[in-house]
């Protein structure tokens, strides 16, 4: 194999296997507009191995990248994107927030987002609305030139997960869970309902909290599943959960997350 191929085999291999990965939560969220090129952009720039995007269906069956069900929160204009065409949507700015610097950022769709996606670099797609996606997400996917490790499928609602699953085993799937105590002190969702949830959607693995309960976790994982975590922006947590195995870290400051582990 010649040393030019044979390096980049390699650095392809480090960004796939290097633990824990960090993962650029809706991009480099903290610097840009959530959910934008831009974000994303700059996470690549900022060492990131992966990106996290939330992903919904318009009116027209085009997927775009916005994480509420309405751009109340990021547009001057109230549009619910079930109920909006592309081109509705398309015509917002959803910059602002953050300053002269991004006026006039666009809600992106999934194949702008999918085509920023350098070699050996990873995305998590999370899907914000039900099975209706699914069809039109393979297709997408599909058109896009990036390999089947290049992608993930993560979502609260497991039965998504577990038809996505069907329909494209090759790609990783992970179940998104949060961790609560009930009046009575007890873990909710328990560790029985974690790992029935994750074997009955035939799920890869879980992606949690990261205040989910350190024996849960390690439990997790000697029951066979992958384990990563969400939104990680301190040093001292990162470290804590990488001694713990953790398979990847979602955060909003890609860049000083990657630089200090």
Same mark, same amino acid.
């Given at each position: ?37 831009? *974000? %994303? ?5 900022? #060492? ?23 751009? /109340? ?7 619910? =994107?079930?109920?909006?065409? &592309?081109?509705?949507?398309? $015509? ?6 953050? #300053?002269?610097?991004?006026? #006039? ?18 995305? %998590? ?6 099975? $209706? ?26 039965? =998504? ?6 329909? *494209? ?35 890869? #693995? ?7 309960? $350190? ?6 994982? /000697? $029951? ?10 301190? &040093? ?26």
């Amino acid at each position: 194999m010649p040393l030019i191929l044979a390096s980049s085999f390699f650095a392809c291999a480090l960004a796939f296997y290097a633990k824990p990965l960090v993962v650029a939560h809706r991009g480099a969220s903290q610097d840009a507009p959530e959910n934008t090129l831009a *974000a %994303f952009k700059l996470a690549w720039e900022q #060492g990131a191995d992966a990106i996290e995007g939330d992903f919904l269906l318009t009116k027209d069956n085009k997927i775009v990248c916005i994480h509420d069900k309405s751009t /109340e929160r990021l547009a001057k204009r109230k549009l619910r =994107v079930k109920e909006s065409t &592309l081109a509705q949507l398309q $015509e917002l700015d959803v910059g602002m927030g953050q #300053g002269g610097k991004f006026k #006039g950022t666009k809600i992106p769709t999934i194949a702008e987002v999918l085509a920023t996606i350098p070699a050996g670099k990873k995305i %998590f797609i999370e899907i914000k609305c039900g099975k $209706e996606i699914i069809p039109t997400l393979l297709k997408e996917i599909k058109k896009s030139d990036l390999m089947d490790e290049q992608l993930a499928i993560i979502c609260f609602n497991a039965e =998504v997960i577990r038809l996505f699953k069907i329909k *494209a085993p090759q790609h990783k799937t992970y179940w998104l869970s949060n961790f609560k105590r009930n009046k009575e002190g007890q873990l909710v969702p328990s560790l029985e309902t974690v790992l029935r949830t994750l074997s009955s959607a035939k799920a890869d #693995g879980l992606d949690s909290h990261h205040s989910i309960p $350190e024996h849960t976790a390690r439990r997790i994982q /000697e $029951e066979g599943f992958e384990w990563h975590v969400w939104t990680v922006n301190d &040093l001292k947590t990162a470290k804590r959960l990488k001694a713990l195995g953790v398979e990847s870290i979602t955060t909003d400051v890609p860049g000083h997350l990657k630089k200090a582990l």
